[in-house]
């Protein structure tokens, strides 16, 4: 499921909540490091030329990419995951720390930090072109209608083949796109099948998970939004063992506010907050864990009750997956769901 928070510190928009869980963090599989000139993985299984559709054309790849730049924090993790260090992505963090789960992929790489630009006002075409990539990779990316005309020249993009796909593609075929256009199919399934391995062997380390009805919800700025809705695409939780509540067919994407009247519609096996706003939300957690109406609530009585965090970015990874984050997620979410389980 997704979880909708924000990618930068402070931000004020909220980014449309994407579909599956995403792939792969360094550790549990291992990734070849890439030469120093173009700072790519070595391993290829593909041929050359490769020729991709996409929403504004054709992409045409004529030989194995050496230098490969990205858009997106999400091609990043793509490349990296595939076992390639950009020429240059874009500084989603702002400056803060980097994401454990992503600093762990750069290390395994043989590298510290990535090379980045300024995103403050979106991609920096300038810099993109310094760097000379003989490839651009923007498939994880929401609109690439202004980007394209402007990368395009520089580079072959690798991108999403209709526009509507900028948000209903599957980290799956997000990551064997760019592993086409890199030669790297076969490290793409190797990837995934990482992932899934992942996630079943923590689902089999927690049997107690299995069949455990649950509710998250996320406090917004505007409202508490019942986020574990009928229509919401089966993630992490529900990866590890959980199920929906019935409750959940009430509520959709358009219609997902909880009152503070109302706050029984969360009662649940298994509560699941999270607080991505802090202060700017609706409520604080403190507010909110202090209101009498929601310390009454027999889920958080009998200690079934858990906040997932997003300063450590596990909020966002949940809300966001990407090709890095499913072994890292899992890694620090089941202590918190294995407590909440045990009403500890």
């Known amino acids: 499921m997704s979880l909708p928070v924000r990618r930068r510190p402070l931000a004020a928009a909220l980014l449309a909540s994407a579909t599956c869980l995403g792939l792969l963090t360094g550790c549990g599989f291992s990734s070849d490091t890439g030469s120093s000139e173009g700072k790519a993985a070595t391993a290829g299984d593909g041929s050359f030329p490769v020729s991709l559709t996409n929403a504004w054309g054709r992409t045409e790849v004529k030989q194995k990419p050496v230098r490969v730049a990205t858009v997106s924090d999400g091609d990043t993790a793509i490349a990296l995951a595939l076992g390639v260090v950009p020429v240059i992505t874009p500084d989603v963090e702002d400056g803060d720390k980097v994401a ?81 256009a890199l030669g790297l199919t076969a490290k793409a399934d190797a990837v995934i099948a990482a992932n899934e391995k992942a996630l079943e062997d923590a689902a089999a380390a927690h049997p107690e998970f299995r069949g455990k009805v649950y509710t998250c919800s996320v406090v917004h700025p505007e409202q508490i939004t019942y986020m574990s809705h009928a229509d919401q695409d089966p993630g992490v939780f529900e990866q590890l063992g959980l199920v929906k509540h019935p409750r959940s067919k009430n509520y959709s994407a358009d219609k997902n506010g909880v009152s503070l009247e109302n706050l029984d519609e969360l009662e649940s096996d298994l509560l699941l907050m999270t607080y991505p706003f802090g202060d700017e939300g609706l409520l604080s957690a403190s507010e909110l864990e202090s209101d009498k109406r929601f310390q009454s609530l027999d889920v958080v009585k009998k200690k079934h009750f858990a906040v997932v965090p997003s300063e450590n970015t596990l909020a966002s990874a949940i809300a966001y997956p990407d090709a890095l984050s499913a072994p890292w997620v899992v890694e620090n979410l089941t202590p918190i769901l294995a407590k909440a389980v045990a009403g500890k």
């Not at 003989?134 to 020249?153: C, E, F, Q, R």
């Open 100 to 180: 454990e789960y992503k600093q762990r992929a750069i290390e395994k790489l043989g590298e510290k930090k990535l090379t980045t630009y300024d995103d403050t006002d979106g991609t920096d075409y300038e810099a993109i072109a310094a760097e000379e990539p003989d490839v651009i990779l923007g498939v994880n990316t929401w609109d690439m209608d202004a980007d394209y005309a402007k990368l395009s020249p520089i580079a072959p993009v690798v991108t999403f083949g209709d526009k509507k796909e900028s948000d209903t593609l599957t980290w799956q075929e997000r990551l064997r796109t760019a592993a086409e």
